[in-house]
């Protein structure tokens, strides 16, 4: 079998998980879908809706345009270049170095809304006093 992707889309996918440290079970759990949906994605078999499309972006702290369009469009949020910098919160190193459980937690969490962010950061203190 061929891994390599068969479009743009699906080799920004498989690089995005690689730089991720993801396996495709721990992006397709966070999707709410099967790993061998999520393959096809990746694979360039099938193309995902605008609305999955949004969740991957999310999950992986990119623009929707940079998934959408071509490489010199990407976007983030926070910088992995900057991971040596003194005044980076966490490097970005400890964040792709996540045990499967914390990349699910994580990449759920980028999928929420800002109101149910709030609302789960709440009830998240709440339960740790």
């Not at 730089?19 to 393959?39: C, N, P």
């Not at 992986?60 to 469009?73: C, K, S």
Request: glycine share 4%.
């Amino acid at each position: 079998m061929n891994n390599s992707s068969n479009t743009p889309l699906g080799k920004k996918l498989l690089n995005l998980r690689k730089e991720y440290k993801m396996t495709q079970d721990d992006v397709a759990k966070i999707l709410g879908m099967s790993r061998t949906s999520f393959s096809k994605y990746e694979n360039g078999i099938a193309n995902p809706p605008l609305q999955v499309l949004r969740k991957i972006a999310a999950i992986y702290n990119v623009g929707l345009e940079y998934l959408i369009f071509d490489e010199n469009t990407l976007i983030r949020l926070n910088d992995p270049q900057n991971e040596d910098d003194e005044n980076a919160e966490v490097p970005f190193s400890k964040i792709t170095d996540l045990k499967p459980i914390e990349k699910e937690i994580i990449g759920r969490f980028r999928t929420l809304s800002d109101e149910e962010k709030a609302e789960f950061i709440e009830q998240f203190m709440k339960n740790d006093k």
